[in-house]
């Protein structure tokens, strides 16, 4: 069995970084693991531009942004391998995987980053009621048709769930000649960034109802042909007596995406309420040797930031296979008042450098600190004017305020008005 | 009368106040400011888009304007992007169509295919 140190699977935005990172450290036998016939991954179908802001102080369109890390790639010799699936890991960091040009491949590796991304919820998952019709497709479906293939996926369209996916597309299908007839959110706030409202809405006057979602679907002849729409209670039951029917051919659904973990879960790596595995702040899991980032970590909303976390998992990595024993004892981080989630959820110690917090609020919510606390020992107090879910708040804390006495650290809101 | 409106230079999504003198409060940066006011005298917009390759089956390439242009001209802009096709290999920065509608504006590719 050939001896990687390092196999990276997944070579889109995460892994790519990852890999360049744990390379730049001196690990040079690295394996990039693709399964599709590309590298770059989601950013491949992400035509639209507002990428690489922080990353590059410019703003470019996905193909770019992520043209950028192959080059480097394909300029440091980094291997990879596309049309490459992964079927398996072990808990011994052997990698199984199919290969178009080699069959059935295993390898031992001193170390795994897993960078699989997510994947979308669909109408399965969400339950929509009625007939069962072609015509209901996920957002990043939808994209993909139209961005690589060509194909529109519909001529009058209902979006479902106003995630950042679904707004892209509202603006994407409008200018390929859709009828974008109006998004639809059972939220009573919307899950995409303001700006996206404001470029993919307002500017092609698509109307966002909020605490609305799908009550029926009809179909005439296989293909939907009716949608209904109701408003919902705080419960999210369906009030009576406020059902909107639109005729459409295409229902759209862009209601959240789920980090990619199948092959943490084979061998029963423990995970978080994010649904990605739970991590220490080298991104190790629960598993020695076994890293993991990017969106099958905790779905991102900026892919700048998703580049930032592969280096993190990528040093992570290469400080592994450089012989640091990175997971001797560890103290728990912990979401409070309301943060639905922090990442990294525990801390490895000794800690040797400073930690950034990465964590999503529970709902909107207005003038309140970020309040980071060791044990009982205030170490961090933040002033937020806003706060929302659909952008993932970053806190760096320094290791000196953390070094002492580390216990277990909490994050939380607090109301600023209440003092 | 004052106008607010989101910025959209960044996913930050700065809420952006331009009073009657053109006085712009709201933004955490520079680019904030210069967007405000070229929302209110001449909006623009970057379009992005793709095109067929022709030597390619089943395979589109993605372009984008290479500056935003009059937000009124986007339906025009896009009709030329859906007349263009290129052939392979073609690479990120590659001009397909120059100097569009008079605007000293260029269709520009944003992908490698090889």
């Known amino acids: ?419 | 009368m004052d106008r607010e409106f989101v910025c959209i230079v960044c996913p930050r999504g700065c809420q952006l106040k331009v009073d009657s003198a053109m006085n712009v409060t709201g933004n955490f940066c520079p680019r904030g400011k210069a967007y405000a006011i070229s929302e209110l005298t001449n909006p623009t917009r970057m379009v992005t888009s793709s095109i067929r390759v022709n030597n390619r089956d089943d395979l589109l390439v993605s372009v984008k304007t290479s500056n935003a242009v009059p937000k009124e001209q986007i339906n025009e802009v896009m009709s030329i992007i859906n007349s263009l096709s290129v052939s392979a290999p073609c690479h990120v920065g590659q001009v397909v169509k120059k100097n569009i509608l008079n605007l000293n504006i260029d269709i520009v590719i944003t992908k490698e295919i090889e």
């Not at chain 1, 072609?134 to 194909?151: F, P, R, S």
């Not at chain 1, 470029?199 to 799908?214: A, T």
């Not at chain 1, 949608?227 to 999210?236: A, H, I, P």
């Not at chain 1, 998703?306 to 400080?319: F, I």
């Open chain 1, 1 to 419: 069995m050939e001896r990687i140190d390092l196999v990276v699977i997944g070579g889109g935005s995460a892994g790519m970084a990852a890999a360049i990172e744990a390379h730049n450290r001196g690990v040079k036998n690295v394996l990039i693991l693709e399964k599709d016939g590309n590298l770059g991954g989601i950013l491949n179908q992400c035509i639209h531009n507002g990428f690489g802001l922080t990353e590059f102080k410019e703003e470019l369109t996905g193909p770019e942004y992520l043209q950028r890390f192959v080059d480097q790639v394909k300029e440091l010799h980094i291997p990879y391998e596309l049309n490459a699936y992964v079927s398996s890991i072990d808990r011994n960091k052997v990698v199984t995987y199919s290969s178009k040009k080699k069959g059935l491949v295993k390898v031992q590796a001193k170390a795994i980053i897993i960078a699989t991304g997510c994947y979308e919820r669909n109408a399965g998952a969400i339950q929509i009621p009625g007939d069962r019709c072609a015509g209901i497709i996920t957002a990043g479906t939808a994209q993909k048709y139209l961005n690589i293939h060509g194909y529109l996926c519909g001529k009058r369209i209902v979006i479902l769930g106003s995630g950042d996916i679904g707004l892209i597309m509202a603006r994407r299908l409008t200018l390929e000649g859709a009828k974008v007839i109006c998004v639809s959110e059972i939220m009573p706030y919307s899950n995409g960034l303001n700006r996206n409202i404001a470029q993919c809405l307002n500017d092609f006057n698509i109307p966002l109802y909020l605490s609305r979602s799908v009550s029926n679907v009809k179909s005439k002849d296989g293909r939907l042909c009716k949608v209904t729409l109701s408003q919902v209670d705080e419960k999210f039951q369906f009030i009576k007596g406020t059902e909107m029917e639109i005729e459409c051919d295409t229902l759209i659904l862009s209601v959240g995406l789920i980090p990619y973990i199948s092959l943490l879960e084979y061998i029963d790596c423990p995970t978080s309420t994010t649904k990605g595995a739970i991590v220490d702040q080298y991104l190790q899991t629960d598993i020695e040797g076994i890293f993991t980032c990017g969106n099958c970590l905790h779905v991102h909303d900026v892919v700048d930031f998703v580049t930032n976390e592969g280096r993190e998992a990528g040093r992570g990595a290469a400080l592994y296979i450089q012989g640091d024993k990175l997971n001797n004892k560890s103290i728990l981080v912990k979401p409070g008042e309301g943060v639905n989630y922090v990442v990294p959820q525990k801390i490895a110690l000794p800690i040797n450098d400073d930690i950034s917090f990465k964590f999503r609020v529970k709902k909107p919510i207005k003038d309140v600190n970020i309040v980071v606390k060791n044990g009982d020992n205030l170490i961090s107090k933040i002033v937020k004017p806003v706060l929302i879910p659909s952008e993932m708040v970053m806190i760096n804390v320094k290791k000196e305020k953390l070094m002492d006495n580390p216990q277990d650290i909490t994050i939380y809101l607090e109301n600023r008005n209440n003092g």
